[in-house]
T-cell receptor
Framework: NAGVMQNPRHLVRRRGQEARLRCSPM?????VYWYRQLPEEGLKFMVY????????ESGMPKERFSAEFPKEGPSILRIQQVVRGDSAAYFC????????????FGSGTRLTVV | GQSLEQPSEVTAVEGAIVQINCTYQ??????LSWYQQHDGGAPTFLSY????GLEETGRFSSFLSRSDSYGYLLLQELQMKDSASYFC?????????FGTGTRLQVFP
């Protein structure tokens, strides 16, 4: 049973380009969460999705960032017109339901904006 | 709002016992969990306390006191591989909010 799969592991983008980060949750998990982690800092919540629905996007920047979890395929976190400040590790987690069932995290995507 | 505060760094030697504290402020509280993260790696779930008291899992134990808004992670018989960052986390409505994180360095 594969865990949470994230790709790519590393992504380099020039300022102004678009970054697409993908996350496939664990089999049987219908809840997907995206977190951002700056170096030497904690995990900051960005968005919570279920299939075809954004449940909570209170942590998403108002501009340039969007997320989706389509009926088929992985969840996508999209960052348009990237800036240097977007450089961070982006982690996806999944769980079988809300409440504390223990999140399973992917290995993350490390985005570097040059 | 919700915040979880932890010491930024803790050091200890192999074989010792170390306690990592977490104090929280929250408008609604459903329990406290702990995650471990090695450098460059994914956070991994360690434990969850829904009720007051001590939960033991091998060398790791976690404690919660709701009346004090406080919890801790206790690591016994420290090994070099325990060097990592440790985060407490609490559910906030529909998602987990993570603490500031504690970097544990274990020395030989």
């Amino acid at each position: 049973n594969a865990g949470v799969m994230q790709n790519p592991r590393h992504l380099v983008r020039r300022r102004g380009q678009e970054a697409r980060l993908r996350c496939s949750p664990m089999k049987g998990h219908s809840h997907v969460y995206w977190y951002r982690q700056l170096p030497e800092e904690g995990l900051k919540f960005m968005v919570y999705l279920q299939k075809e629905n954004i449940i909570d996007e209170s942590g998403m920047p108002k501009e340039r960032f969007s997320a989706e979890f389509p009926k088929e395929g992985p969840s996508i976190l999209r960052i348009q017109q990237v800036v240097r400040g977007d450089s961070a590790a982006y982690f996806c987690a999944s769980s079988p339901g809300t409440g504390e069932d223990g999140y399973t995290f992917g290995s993350g995507t490390r985005l570097t904006v040059v | 709002g919700q915040s979880l505060e932890q010491p930024s760094e803790v050091t200890a030697v192999e074989g010792a016992i170390v306690q990592i504290n977490c104090t929280y402020q929250t408008s609604g509280f459903y329990g406290l969990s702990w995650y471990q993260q090695h450098d460059g790696g994914a956070p991994t779930f360690l434990s969850y306390n829904a009720l007051d008291g001590l939960e033991e899992t091998g060398r790791f134990s976690s404690f919660l006191s709701r009346s004090d808004s406080y919890g801790y992670l206790l690591l016994q018989e420290l090994q070099m591989k325990d060097s990592a960052s440790y985060f407490c986390a609490a559910p906030n409505t529909d998602k987990l909010i993570f603490g500031t994180g504690t970097r544990l360095q274990v020395f030989p």
